[in-house]
């Protein structure tokens, strides 16, 4: 099994800053890799797949990079509305998700 | 657009079973493989089990295989979960989801989920 990490577990952003979230895998799973957003008591919303590729009516904003163990989100001016769980999870394999990264306001 | 709305959930003792299910709109629903997707209360996702488009490849993770089974009746738009020998380690709110493209297991549309509670 492929284990993700992320980090930090908890970020604390004012509204308007940059967020930049980090994802590890324990071993390389190339571009395979998704992140999405949950806000309490809702599902989760796909974000990016294939590492970079923002998912239908995703805002710019929303950016993602990185391949083989190491990945990043980064969110360039964090709205209201962004401040949610973020889950990074691998498909180079069967899936599995990063514990996930909390950002909450500062 | 396609919606997803699971039903089913509920509380049962250890050892019991429960059937999920995950309805889908919209008329492609056999061109695109599903899976479900667990979430233990105020834990992280976790990948449960998956079927191919045509219902005839199912896959589980190791802990549910042997427990779980995963199907889909195409005529009704219908993913199913059938649970036994339920454990108290498999509450869980249960998402189905939507595989992106092609079976490669990212989710692009998620249902709202069904709580299952496993409890004496």
């Known amino acids: 099994e492929i284990v993700m990490t992320q980090s930090p577990a908890t970020l604390s952003v004012s509204p308007g800053e940059r967020a930049t979230l980090s994802c590890r895998a324990s071993q390389s799973v190339s571009s395979n890799l998704a992140w999405y957003q949950q806000k309490p008591g809702q599902a989760p919303r796909l974000l990016i797949y294939?590492?970079?590729t923002r998912a239908t009516g995703i805002p710019v904003r929303f950016s993602g990079s990185g391949s083989g163990t190491e990945f990043t989100l980064t969110i360039s001016s964090l709205q209201s509305e962004d401040f949610a769980v973020y889950y990074c999870q691998q498909y180079d394999n069967w899936p599995t998700f990063g514990p996930g990264t909390k950002v909450d306001i500062k | 657009e396609v919606q997803l709305l699971e039903s089913g959930g509920g509380l049962v003792q250890p050892g019991g079973s429960l059937r999920l299910s995950c309805a889908a709109s919209?008329?492609?629903?056999?061109?695109?493989?599903m899976a479900w997707v667990r979430q233990a209360p105020g834990k992280g996702l976790e990948w449960v089990s998956a079927i191919s488009g045509s219902g005839d490849r199912p896959y589980y993770a190791d802990s549910v295989d042997g427990r779980f089974t995963i199907s889909r009746d195409n005529s009704k738009n219908t993913l199913f979960l059938q649970m036994s020998s339920l454990r108290a380690e498999d509450t869980a709110v249960y998402y189905c989801?939507?595989?992106?493209?092609?079976?490669?297991?990212?989710?692009?549309?998620w249902g709202r989920g069904t709580l299952v509670t496993v409890s004496s």
């Open positions: 989801a939507k595989d992106g493209a092609g079976s490669n297991w990212y989710f692009d549309l």
């Open positions: 919209g008329s492609t629903f056999s061109s695109y493989a």
């Open positions: 294939g590492a970079t």
